[in-house]
Every structure is written in C-alpha cells, then in structure tokens.
C-alpha cells in the first residue's frame, strides 16, 4: 500500500503509511447514440474508504465528503487539458469548510471540517454561504470559477443550480456515498444534455426535449443499492439504465488517492520562515505540519530545520 521514498531520512522518520491506490475503471463515460446525452457514471470503490476514513468525522459529514468526492470526479472527467477542478462549500452550518479536487490524470482528494456533531443532509451541514466550482488549467492560464449560492437540501441540488446558472446547462446529477460492509462506498451519476451545435443532427427541438426526458426519467429509476454494489459492474448498471436508449459506452478512465503533499515540500515552507517563528513552533524539539487532505502529521526535527527568511 505504500512506496518506499525517496527524500531524505531526515525528513522521512516518523512518517505514516499512505494508501498507493488506484481504481483503474472509476470513471465510465457514455453517451446516448442520436440523443442530445452524455454522461458519466463514477464509482470509487475501495478508494471511497481510503479518503474518507483517514478522517474521524460525524457519519452525514463523511456521507457528504464522499459525495463531493464522487461528484468532483465526474465534473474533472469532462477536462480537456492538462490541470484540476475542485468543488468548495463555504458556509455558516456545523460544515464550514468543505473542499474536493481532482487533476485531469484522476488523482482525487478532499476534506471537510466539522464542528461538533451535526447530523442532516448537506443544506443542514453547510447553511447559508456559496459553492464555488473552479477549473485550474495551470499557472500560465486563468482560472474559471463559478460560484452559486447554497440553496436546496442536498449537494445534487446545489449542483442543477451551478449548471443552471453558471453553466446555462441542463444537467441531471444523482449522488450516493454510504457505509458498506465492505467499507465506505460513493458514486455520481451525471447526465448532461448536449447542445443541438454538439452534433446531434436533423433532430427535432420537441423531439430532443422528448430524448432527454427521457433519459433522465430513466436515470431517476436508480436506486442506492444499485449505485453502491461493487458486485455490479459499471458497464451492467448502465445497460439496465439505457439499453433501450442507444448505450455506448467510452473508455473507462482510472482514479487514485491522489493527495499531493510531500515532505520535501513543506521542508520547503519551512525553510522560509524566520529562526524565531521555528522555535515558536518547535514542541519538545520537533515541528508538525499537518496536511488536512491525508490527514498525516508530518514532524521535523527542530535541529535539521534551518529558517531562511529574516537572515542577514
């Protein structure tokens, strides 16, 4: 589950195990042949469990990270450049914080911060505030950003809001994340209409109306079970949905626990701070730095840190 490192021993002892995982058909994307559909079904698998169960949170928080998790890798799936997508709640509920991302090649992470216990779906956890959805294609591009506000009961429904208002999309999104015997599950159903300049041709407005509808009345019909049975396999659970509806399927596209910190870095941050604030922050000879994605202490001897900012 873990590689051996490569940096060096003194920034390595005292390191805790992370997850070397990766699902290799996480994402299935699809498409409805002369319908104005497309789609993606993601499923995390033994992933789902390795990011949220890092983390001790209250069970509906973990419920919604999974969510957030499943959901922002289907939304990085419609990438088409070199770069990430992150989806962040900020709010004024027990949820104040929650943050997923996923880069182009499906490397997944997120974290939510709770106070207290809070229990409810994700209108409860997050109260009032903003959902903001961000394409990041790298430091020589700018930044996309839409930001919604939080309204509706669950993270599905803020979602329809983003596509709605920042995307002038219809789009139909169906999310689960539960805890299985075999541990926590999450997955995403997400069906977008495509516009009639897309390529579907010599197709009726009314008749595409009729299309989609019909999609997603039939992707209403799935249920939890479905979504969350790693017995099933993606490519079945699509065929029962669409079979009828001209099903074909894309290349399936892998995810992996894809946490990007390393000791080197944040040796690196600490190097730029003053001697003074090091001592500050040394207890009993060391210094920890947490990353709040892996939920890993990092810890620096005091003595092998040396500060740069402020030197003469």
Not at 12 to 20: G, M
Not at 217 to 229: I, N, P, W
Not at 233 to 247: K, P, T, V
């Amino acid at each position: 589950m873990t590689r051996p490192s490569e940096t060096p021993d003194f920034l390595n002892h005292d390191r805790p195990p992370v997850p070397d995982m990766v699902v290799p058909r996480a994402i299935l994307p699809f498409h409805l042949e002369g319908r104005p559909v497309r789609g993606r079904l993601v499923r995390l698998g033994v992933l789902a469990d390795a990011l949220i169960a890092r983390h001790e949170l209250p069970e509906d928080v973990s419920r919604l990270l999974g969510e957030s998790l499943a959901l922002t890798a289907g939304l990085a799936a419609a990438l088409k450049f070199r770069g990430s997508f992150s989806l962040q709640a900020k709010g004024n509920g027990p949820v104040p914080m929650l943050l997923a991302d996923c880069t182009d090649a499906g490397e997944l992470r997120g974290y939510a911060r709770a106070e207290g216990s809070p229990m409810g779906e994700a209108g409860d956890l997050l109260g009032k505030g903003y959902l903001a959805f961000t394409c990041d294609q790298g430091p020589d591009m700018d930044r996309y950003q839409g930001i919604v506000a939080i309204e509706g009961d669950t993270l599905a429904e803020m979602t329809d809001s983003y596509f709605r208002t920042s995307e002038q999309l219809q789009a139909f999104v169906r999310l689960s994340c539960r805890r299985t015997p075999g541990g926590w599950r999450a997955t995403a159903l997400i069906l977008e209409r495509v516009a009639a300049e897309g390529g579907i041709d010599g197709l009726a407005n009314e008749e595409a109306d009729d299309a989609w509808l019909t999609a997603t009345t039939l992707a209403a019909t799935v249920t939890e079970a479905e979504m969350l049975d790693d017995a099933l396999a993606s490519d079945m659970l699509l065929h029962r949905l669409f079979h009828a509806e001209g099903l074909l399927l894309d290349r399936p596209r892998a995810l992996s626990y894809g946490c990007r910190c390393s000791r080197a870095r944040l040796a690196g941050v600490l190097q730029g701070f003053p001697e003074s604030d090091l001592d500050d922050m040394a207890d009993h000879g060391q210094i920890t730095m947490n990353c709040e994605f892996c939920n890993v202490a990092f810890r620096f001897d005091r003595s092998e840190v040396r500060g740069g900012a402020g030197r003469a």
